[in-house]
């Protein structure tokens, strides 16, 4: 039993909105799954972390579940700041179950043990403009992920976080964020959201405050789940 992680899949398969517009994204959904069923059995756990469908409501993102279910592996979804179609994790869940995609689950305020290690996080957020409502929205992410990792933590297994929003980028640290992994032990985080050469190559990747981090995005890791354990 392995676990893999990546992380903007932009899957537009019900929707007109192809990635294949943009530098080094043709074919990518072709790409992603060649790549996918290469590495990853039945047995692995993947985490998808955030912007992971282009639907603007649930059941439009229906096609897209259709093409990740059919993949190998459990998958465990994340919330991305693209991911419109997002709503209650109640919903998400009858959504899932009434489609019969029970390869499917939403990693949302808990946590899920694979093998040695117990995935956690959530979406996250970099603090860009301090205003009343981004202040709240940072609140909120980091009472998530410390739900989380407390759910992980309770589990005995080594925690591993998993966040869209980089917590570190360009030199510059959602100290909210970080402070939170730190109170709580974190070795290693994953992240996603940021694309193109020019700024992937402002990512910081390797250990920062005695966390181990990288870079998950999908054309970060040409389109191959990376993996974890």
């Not at 992920?145 to 917590?167: C, N, Q, R, W």
């Not at 402070?179 to 994953?190: F, H, P, Q, S, V």
């Not at 694309?195 to 990512?203: E, Q, S, T």
Request: one cysteine or more; aromatic letters at 12%; charged letters at 25%.
């Amino acid at each position: 039993m392995s676990l893999f992680a990546i992380a903007d899949l932009h899957l537009s398969l019900g929707e007109d909105k192809p990635m294949d517009i943009f530098s080094g994204w043709n074919d990518y959904v072709d790409r992603l799954e060649e790549n996918w069923r290469k590495i990853v059995t039945d047995d692995d756990t993947v985490v998808i972390a955030g912007d992971i469908s282009w639907a603007m409501k649930l059941e439009e993102a229906y096609t897209d579940f259709a093409f990740i279910h059919s993949l190998p592996g459990k998958k465990l979804l994340m919330k991305g700041n693209h991911d419109y179609w997002w709503c209650t994790k109640s919903k998400i869940d009858r959504f899932l179950d009434e489609s019969g995609f029970d390869s499917m689950s939403i990693l949302f305020n808990n946590s899920y043990v694979c093998g040695d290690y117990v995935a956690c996080g959530t979406r996250g957020w970099f603090l860009e403009n301090d205003t009343p409502e981004d202040i709240k929205v940072l609140n909120r992410e980091v009472g998530r992920l410390s739900a989380s990792i407390e759910s992980a933590l309770k589990t005995g297994k080594e925690p591993v976080a998993f966040l869209h929003y980089p917590p570190y980028y360009h030199s510059v640290e959602c100290a909210e964020i970080m402070d939170t992994l730190i109170k709580y032990g974190i070795k290693k985080c994953m992240y996603g959201h940021i694309h193109g050469k020019k700024n992937i190559k402002l990512a910081f990747e390797g250990e920062y405050k005695g966390i181990d981090m990288r870079l998950i995005s999908c054309d970060r890791v040409g389109f191959t789940p990376v993996l974890i354990r």
